[in-house]
Nanobody
Framework: QIHLVESGGGLVQTGGSLRLSCAAS????????AAWFRQAPGKEREFVAS????????YYTDSVKGRFTISRDNAENTVSLQMNSLKPEDTAVYYC????????????????WGQGTQVTVSS
């Protein structure tokens, strides 16, 4: 059983940056793929980015390509999401997830979830 805790959310102006972090405990996090999802009010949870267990492969949804970067540190059991050039449409609760399939945009493919951290981008 893996326990995930997100941090780093907050309020930022359009064009600003935030770095989200997710700390894992309770299992062999290094053997899992990891991902970030987000959920805006009234919308379904959507895939943002994922990274293979080794960190060697990363995937992004089109709307964040070139602005967001996912990374991980298996020695520290953490995964991060660097978000630059933020837009109001990036406003959402951001969730960290862990699972066995790195190329997986559907939430059902991810086994473990954090509680989320709020990101608000003001215009």
């Amino acid at each position: 059983q893996i326990h995930l805790v997100e941090s780093g959310g907050g309020l930022v102006q359009t064009g600003g940056s935030l770095r989200l972090s997710c700390a894992a405990s309770g299992g062999t996090f290094a053997s899992y793929a990891a991902a970030w999802f987000r959920q805006a009010p009234g919308k379904e949870r959507e895939f943002v980015a994922s990274i293979a267990w080794s960190g060697g492969s990363t995937y992004y949804t089109d709307s964040v390509k070139g602005r967001f970067t996912i990374s991980r540190d298996n020695a520290e059991n953490t995964v991060s999401l660097q978000m630059n050039s933020l837009k109001p449409e990036d406003t959402a609760v951001y969730y960290c997830a862990a699972g066995h399939i790195v190329v997986a945009e559907a939430t059902r493919n991810w086994n473990y979830w954090g509680q989320g951290t709020q990101v608000t981008v003001s215009s």
